[in-house]
């Protein structure tokens, strides 16, 4: 069973950086197409920022030119760069992915826990 396990969140001021972390535990898998998304509250989930497997990024508008998602296949582990905080960033932040099981060759698609991050002014 593959899990996704954020890590990385915490509180910081404005103009601050963090780097969220997303590594994927188990087995017997390959990562695809993975992604972080966002939720503040009161708000819809929205997608931050993606990368394919052969690492094309994409990015929401709103986060372009500050934020960067890589990925370390090696580690099984994805990873979200984000400097110039603004406080409209706060929201649980969460990563997603397409898995495909080398078994079987299925492809779901996961969903971490999610990690806060919290930019305060």
């Known amino acids: 069973q593959v899990q996704l396990v954020e890590s990385g969140g915490g509180l910081v001021q404005v103009g601050g950086s963090l780097r969220l972390s997303c590594a994927a535990s188990?087995?017997?898998?390959?990562?695809?197409?993975m992604g972080w998304y966002r939720q503040a509250p009161g708000k819809q989930r929205e997608l931050v920022a993606s990368?394919?497997?052969?690492?094309?990024?994409n990015y929401a508008d709103s986060v372009k030119g500050r934020f960067t998602v890589s990925r370390d296949d090696a580690k099984n582990t994805v990873y979200l760069q984000m400097n110039s905080l603004k406080p409209e960033d706060t929201a649980v932040y969460y990563c997603n992915g397409l898995v495909t099981t080398l078994a079987n060759r299925l492809t779901r698609n996961y969903w971490g826990q999610g990690t806060q991050v919290t930019v305060s002014s």
């Open positions: 990368i394919t497997s052969d690492s094309s990024t």
């Open positions: 188990g087995s017997g898998f390959r990562l695809n197409a």
